[in-house]
């Protein structure tokens, strides 16, 4: 598959969780604390303590914070299901593509696919989320651009999340889910 539907595929994901999220975002923005979060960010802090965090929180609606649980939680589900049946996520399945394992040409198992292959690197990218060291911010940064320098220089355009787990990204066709028919033992 190429590069720019690989990146495409991902942005088109970004882009629903953004989405799933946007009732939290609006609620969050038309909050009396909003003006709270515009002093820290004037201010210079770009990591809220917990209490800052409760505080933004504890004005909004219940019921916006239960709409945006449900719709992240179903798209995280719906991704996962897909990723397990398919090789796609939706982004994936607009842009034509699917992930299939480098040895056998079928999807993927789950501990290659979710785990080294989403989990893993998603960590990588968003170290500075967990609030380690300084460097971390520097660390995602660094990861993202070996990924992508990996791709752009592998014949094979295999990105560093692709040699962990093992995979590769191809162009889709119907012919590529025949492997996950249930084999007996």
């Known amino acids: ?31 009396p604390n909003f003006d709270k979060l515009l002093k820290w960010a004037e201010a210079g802090q770009t990591r809220l303590t917990s209490a800052q965090q409760m505080e933004l929180m504890s004005a909004l609606p219940e019921h916006i914070l239960l709409l945006t649980n449900i719709l ?29 394992d480098r040895k056998s040409n079928a999807i993927p198992g789950f501990f290659n696919l979710i785990i080294m292959r989403g989990l893993f690197t ?49 162009r889709a066709d119907d012919t590529q889910t025949t492997p996950l028919a249930l084999k007996p033992d």
Request: proline share 1%; no cysteine; hydrophobic share 60%.
């Open 122 to 170: 998603t960590l990588a990218y968003s170290l500075y989320i967990f609030g380690l060291v300084a460097l971390a911010i520097d660390f995602g940064l660094v990861v993202l651009v070996v990924d992508l320098v990996m791709m752009l220089t592998s014949k094979e355009r295999l990105s560093l999340h692709d040699k962990i787990a093992k995979t590769y990204v191809v």
């Open 1 to 31: 598959a190429s590069i720019g539907s690989r990146i495409a595929a991902k942005l088109v994901d970004t882009l629903l969780m953004v989405l799933a999220s946007s009732p939290l975002f609006i609620a969050l923005y038309n909050s």
């Open 72 to 100: 992240v939680w179903g798209l995280m589900i719906a991704q996962v299901l897909l990723l397990m049946r398919r090789g796609q996520t939706i982004g994936k399945m607009i842009m034509g593509i699917r992930i299939l």
